[in-house]
Nanobody, 126 residues
Framework: QVKLLQSGGGLVQPGDQLTLSCRAQHLTLTFSPVAWFRQAPEKEREFVAAVGGRDENTAYTDSAKGRFTISREHAKNTVFLQMNDLNPADTAVYYC???????????????????WGQGTQVAVSS
């Protein structure tokens, strides 16, 4: 069964950093478009970052630009989301998502992705 296994969430203080991991089972992420989304309490799930089938094609939501970095480590079949300078507005459940449809560019639309991780909680509070 194809799965995305997430890890790395937790409770941190404003200004801290976290790195989320998304490891695939029975799916090679090497050329898969992958994205991170998040859902805050009582809000809809929103796009955070994406990487296309080609590693150099990445995109970020405005609030994440300059603070978050999406990257892929092929040897570990894992995509990471490094988050720096976290603030309370980043508090949410974060989901990684992958697609078995190859496209070279990034995709920000949730409906494109057919495999989802279990979600991991990120809480930023002083």
């Amino acid at each position: 069964q194809v799965k995305l296994l997430q890890s790395g969430g937790g409770l941190v203080q404003p200004g801290d950093q976290l790195t989320l991991s998304c490891r695939a089972q029975h799916l090679t992420l090497t050329f898969s478009p992958v994205a991170w989304f998040r859902q805050a309490p009582e809000k809809e799930r929103e796009f955070v970052a994406a990487v296309g089938g080609r590693d150099e094609n990445t995109a970020y939501t405005d609030s994440a630009k300059g603070r978050f970095t999406i990257s892929r480590e092929h040897a570990k079949n894992t995509v990471f989301l490094q988050m720096n300078d976290l603030n309370p507005a980043d508090t949410a459940v974060y989901y990684c998502a992958a697609s078995r449809t190859y496209v070279p560019n990034y995709v920000t639309n949730q409906s494109f992705y057919d495999i989802w991780g279990q979600g991991t909680q990120v809480a930023v509070s002083s």
